[in-house]
């Protein structure tokens, strides 16, 4: 019995000798498929199946206890600029690990969907979308992350401070410790990045010194307090 199944491939892993087990990313999750072969030379699937990809694929299911197996692929889609362009391939390689790391993730389709279309018309923010992306990790996993007003009072007059573990936006009254003081230019930008989804990841600017902040002070959460470390952190860093 055969299926069809829409997606794009998020990662490659070698299986056995020649063969590889490919994660695609549907509307409705995380499947992942027994690629025969692609190793060889002549692999019937040659340069065709690659990381970032989308396509349809014809998925085989053969005996009981065997891995399915994709047996073709159909209607799919490269952009070949993805692996020429630095930038490009570190954000879907962000993007696309988030997404596999996380179960708890929410609105993985759209997320990558939604990058993958910013970067194939080559208008996509690269820093804006790392800092949702990262936004969505922590609220997914129980951050609170108050931006609308002081998250220990609820007053919206004097907010001077964010603490990530104090939960967001803190006043003057509220704050206890100095150290979290930011100035207007930062505490603007980190009520963008909590209010803004990703489709809305073009609609403001952030400077390159607030990215970084709001890249460290993020992920410092995403680490120590979530649990989930990634491998592109350095790939990261080289584009700041």
Not at 163 to 182: A, E, H, Y
Not at 183 to 196: D, Q, S, W
Not at 207 to 216: C, M, R, V, Y
Not at 220 to 236: P, Q, R
């Amino acid at each position: 019995m055969n299926k069809f199944v829409k997606g794009y491939v998020l990662n490659i892993t070698k299986y056995k000798e020649n063969d590889g087990i490919v994660s695609i990313l549907t509307s409705s999750g995380i499947e992942s498929y027994k690629a025969r072969a692609i190793y060889k030379l002549n692999s019937k699937f040659g340069n065709l199946l690659q990381s970032f990809m989308y396509g349809e694929f014809e998925i085989c299911y053969p005996l009981e206890n065997q891995i399915s197996f994709i047996k073709d692929i159909q209607d799919y889609k490269i952009n070949k600029s993805i692996y020429s362009d630095f930038n490009k391939f570190t954000l879907l390689s962000f993007v696309a690990e988030s997404i596999l790391k996380d179960p708890d993730l929410s609105n993985k389709f759209l997320i990558f969907d939604t990058v993958f279309k910013m970067i194939d018309q080559d208008n996509y923010n690269f820093k804006n979308i790392v800092l949702i992306v990262l936004k969505n990790h922590l609220l997914s996993n129980g951050s609170l992350l108050e931006a609308d007003c002081c998250c220990k009072c609820g007053k919206k007059n004097n907010v001077v401070a964010v603490s990530f573990k104090d939960g967001g936006f803190l006043c003057s009254n509220c704050n206890p410790n100095p150290s979290f003081i930011k100035p207007n230019e930062f505490l603007i930008a980190y009520r963008y990045v909590i209010k803004a989804d990703i489709t809305k990841s073009n609609s403001f600017t952030i400077s390159d010194e607030i990215f970084k902040e709001l890249f460290a002070l993020m992920y410092d959460e995403l680490v120590n307090n979530v649990g989930i470390k990634l491998n592109t952190e350095s790939l990261l860093l080289e584009n700041m």
